[in-house]
């Protein structure tokens, strides 16, 4: 599938049903998020050159595409200082993978984790300086 293309589409036995990949964007980045150990999403090279060209693209960090009737979602997040960085890339995979499956009932490849940074988070009980 070309990049250029915003919809995936999926032959059904009444018509064609077209998702778009914006779509499948932001419920692959609700589910990353949802992961404990996950700070952030990171923007990417793609987003920010897609946001310079006016492409809005909601769930920055995260790109769509189809490999044959299967999707491939390519997702870079930022983990939390303290977390194992393979164990939430793993769960990051596994709930993207699900919930991307789930609500679209495509088939998924592949959910390729880029793991951009650490996030600090403050602890709320500390006094502020």
Do not use: C, W
């Given at each position: 599938?070309?990049?250029?293309?915003?919809?995936?589409?999926?032959?059904?036995?009444?018509?064609?049903?077209?998702?778009?990949?914006?779509?499948?964007?932001?419920?692959?980045?609700?589910?990353?998020?949802?992961v404990d150990g996950v700070g952030s999403?990171?923007?990417?090279?793609?987003?920010?050159?897609?946001?310079?060209?006016?492409?809005?693209?909601?769930?920055?960090?995260?790109?769509v595409s189809m490999d044959g009737d299967?999707?491939?979602?390519?997702?870079?997040?930022?983990?939390?200082?303290?977390?194992?960085?393979?164990?939430?890339?793993?769960?990051?995979?596994?709930?993207?993978?699900?919930?991307?499956?789930?609500?679209?009932?495509l088939e998924i490849k592949a959910v390729?984790?880029?793991?951009?940074?650490?996030?600090?988070?403050?602890?709320?009980?500390?006094?502020?300086?």
């Amino acid at each position: 599938m070309s990049e250029n293309r915003e919809y995936i589409s999926h032959p059904e036995e009444m018509g064609n049903i077209h998702i778009s990949e914006e779509v499948l964007a932001v419920i692959a980045a609700a589910a990353a998020l949802e992961v404990d150990g996950v700070g952030s999403l990171a923007a990417n090279l793609g987003s920010d050159i897609a946001e310079l060209l006016g492409k809005k693209n909601m769930a920055k960090g995260v790109r769509v595409s189809m490999d044959g009737d299967a999707v491939v979602v390519d997702i870079s997040i930022l983990v939390r200082y303290g977390s194992t960085v393979l164990d939430v890339a793993k769960q990051v995979q596994e709930a993207v993978a699900n919930s991307v499956e789930a609500t679209s009932g495509l088939e998924i490849k592949a959910v390729n984790v880029h793991v951009g940074g650490v996030t600090f988070e403050r602890d709320a009980r500390a006094p502020q300086q």
